[in-house]
DNA sequence: GCCAACGTTGGC
DNA sequence: GCCAACGTTGGC
């Protein structure tokens, strides 16, 4: 089993909006970078822990895990032109762009800010999240770096 | 809103 | 295949 980080922006969907989806699982759509699909692709098995992170929000932080719930499979919204993710070279007999779906565990409880992970950069060394201009929106994770978060859930801050 | 980082595009 | 221009990400 593998560890996973994913990025959303609340504004467009929040822990919240999963959390409020039937059985809490939707598809993790709208991924167009492909070292992030290559770790669907290949990687991605399902049963995964994934860490739900909220980007581009005061402040950013992990909120919550998920559960990889499927295996990937094509991502229609890349061959519908009023999609935003819509990409015209994305051909539905040989599609480029795939998704899984993912499934909410639960919330953490109490969001770990990406400031607070960076004061532990020395026990999270090579965590990709905390590296310099890390823009990547599906990343893995090491169990060593997911247990030591969840034990920094447990802490007081 | 700014801007550094970084991925993609396209001319050559 | 190089690389400048451009667009996007995402913390601040």
């Not at 779906?101 to 953490?108: A, F, G, N, S, W």
């Amino acid at each position: 089993m593998q560890y996973w980080l994913v990025k959303s922006e609340p504004d467009a969907f929040s822990i919240d909006d999963l959390a409020a989806c039937p059985n809490q699982t939707d598809h993790w759509d709208g991924i167009r970078n492909y070292q992030a699909r290559n770790f669907m692709r290949d990687d991605m098995k399902i049963g995964d822990k994934v860490f739900f992170y909220h980007s581009n929000c005061k402040p950013p932080g992990i909120v919550g895990i998920a559960r990889v719930a499927s295996k990937p499979y094509p991502d229609h919204t890349a061959f519908d032109s009023n999609e935003k993710y819509y990409d015209a070279k994305s051909d539905p007999d040989n599609p480029r762009w795939i998704m899984v779906d993912i499934q909410l565990v639960r919330h953490l409880k109490r969001m770990i800010s990406l400031e607070e992970l960076k004061q532990h950069a020395d026990a999270l060394d090579g965590l990709r999240l905390i590296q310099r201009g890390m823009r990547l929106s599906i990343m893995p994770v090491d169990k060593a770096h997911w247990d030591y978060i969840l034990r920094l859930e447990k802490r007081k801050r």
